[in-house]
């Protein structure tokens, strides 16, 4: 899995983690692998994918990785190595706050000042990966895009086949509005109240996840249950469009329009695509 809020434990419903009949019956990796009161980076992503890779192979199978994080998905993929830069704890809850305060957008501009590239590449309202840009530059000195390009004389990409899926947008977004609701009912609610009542930090990292950020604003009665959930349906929707613009500028992807096929469905396209009967 390459899903960057699944590799917290706890975060079940929001990230609509396999059942744990199919993790009985397939070996799923990178999930469950933090504690969602720790940070997770990029960087320690591609250690634990390169480790379970070593895994896989040696049982003799095929890796598969999926899921949508796009940058979690190059990073291992394409070998990035930048992101050996370690963390730092206090710069990173010092630039968090600085957000807090002025919102992210004041952090991109801050990053466009020392890397008018790197600005250029992420989002303004990533925050996680303008940070991230930030500390790597603030501590190293050397601006991250000129670090991707030192990184990129010696990078060993790996051989992949890649799919994508996509289908018209009307039915995208109703998919979406469908999930967002069975989560709902699932426990979403239940599910981030009791994390907070761990004691888990409703700025940490995990909790600012797309359907749990919006129900802490939820519980902290900054907006009512129907605006969270309106909320969490239009910042998916948001976040479907730029996971499509990112995987549109990856060249290998083999495109399947996957609207009128369920999921044995699209496996069995797959499989023919890859000469496999």
């Known amino acids: 899995s390459a899903d960057s809020a699944a590799v917290y434990r706890g975060l079940d419903i929001g990230t609509a983690k396999p059942t744990p009949a199919e993790r009985a019956a397939v070996q799923f990796h990178l999930l469950d692998v933090a504690e969602p009161g720790e940070p997770f980076t990029a960087g320690r992503f591609k250690e634990l994918a390169e480790e379970a890779l070593i895994a896989i192979r040696r049982r003799h199978h095929w890796p598969i990785l ?3 994080t ?44 020392l890397d008018p590239v790197a600005a250029e590449r992420i989002h303004p309202n990533d925050l996680v990966r303008i940070v991230r840009a930030l500390e790597i530059t603030i501590r190293t000195g050397i601006p991250v895009s000129q670090q991707h ?6 990078r060993k990409p790996k051989h992949r086949i890649t799919f994508g899926f996509i289908m018209p947008r009307q039915i995208l977004y109703r998919r979406i509005e469908q999930r967002v609701d069975a989560m709902v009912e699932a426990g979403l609610v239940q599910e981030v109240q009791g994390l907070l009542e761990r004691g888990v930090s409703p700025t940490s990292q995990a909790m600012r996840s797309l ?10 009665g900054e907006i009512g249950l129907d605006e969270a959930v309106y909320q969490i349906k239009r910042n998916t929707k948001q976040f479907a469009r730029r996971q499509i613009t990112w995987f549109r500028a990856q060249s290998d992807v083999q495109w399947l329009d996957v609207a009128d096929m369920d999921a ?11 000469g496999i009967d």
């Open 66 to 68: 999926c899921g949508g």
């Open 70 to 113: 796009g940058l979690y998905v190059r990073v291992f993929l394409d070998d990035f190595g930048l992101t050996g830069t370690p963390a730092d704890a206090d710069l990173r809850r010092a630039l968090h706050e600085e957000a807090q305060v002025h919102g992210p957008g004041h952090l991109h501009e801050r990053l466009r000042s």
């Open 264 to 274: 044995g469905a699209v496996s069995m396209v797959m499989l023919r695509r890859l």
């Open 211 to 220: 359907g749990y950020k919006e129900v802490v604003r939820y519980l902290q």
């Open 149 to 154: 390009w030192r990184d990129a004389s010696i």
